[in-house]
């Protein structure tokens, strides 16, 4: 494992889906996610975008505070305890955006702040294909295939 795990430092889900040009180098971290050994948040969001994919943020950041003075083990276990906080979501990634370790009555803790991210083909939720209509009724249409109604097609009329 690499020795410092600082700001930008990326973790990714075992089966994350990404795009086939893109090779990341990583390692185990926890058990369903791996450290992202190439790659820096920033570089890894060009990479992706360059593959027509997009790698965006959820709002917030999730933290965890550990007491202890272990150095990297310390942080390690912060970081154990994002990933297994709920508010993570169904992300794929996850970027450490601070890790400070500070001293509170001679007792040493460090913090660890990340933010959830996720790495997909589209910025929607659902492709257009898989969308369900409500009591089988047809589908919408979208703003470029509206009907016009009967006045606008009667003024339409009168001016050619």
């Not at 390692?27 to 593959?51: Q, T």
């Not at 933010?115 to 929607?124: G, N, V």
């Not at 249409?141 to 097609?153: K, P, Q």
Request: glycine fraction near 8%; hydrophobic fraction near 35%; charged fraction near 25%.
């Amino acid at each position: 494992m690499e020795n410092e795990m600082k700001s930008g430092t990326i973790l990714m889900m075992e089966n994350a889906v990404l795009p086939i040009n893109l090779q990341l180098d990583s390692e185990p971290f926890a058990p369903g996610w791996k450290v992202v050994k190439n790659f820096d948040g920033d570089k890894l969001n060009r990479e992706i975008g360059r593959a027509g994919w997009t790698f965006f943020s959820f709002a917030g950041e999730i933290s965890s505070t550990v007491f202890g003075n272990d150095g990297m083990a310390t942080v390690r276990r912060a970081v154990k305890r994002i990933l297994a906080n709920p508010k993570l979501g169904q992300s794929n990634s996850l970027e450490v955006t601070r890790v400070t370790p500070k001293h509170f009555l001679g007792v040493p803790y460090t913090t660890v702040y990340a933010c959830s991210r996720h790495a997909r083909k589209s910025i929607f939720s659902f492709p257009h294909e898989d969308i369900r209509y409500r009591g089988g009724a047809e589908p919408c249409r979208g703003l470029s295939e509206r009907r016009r109604s009967a006045r606008v097609e009667v003024l339409a009329e009168t001016a050619s």
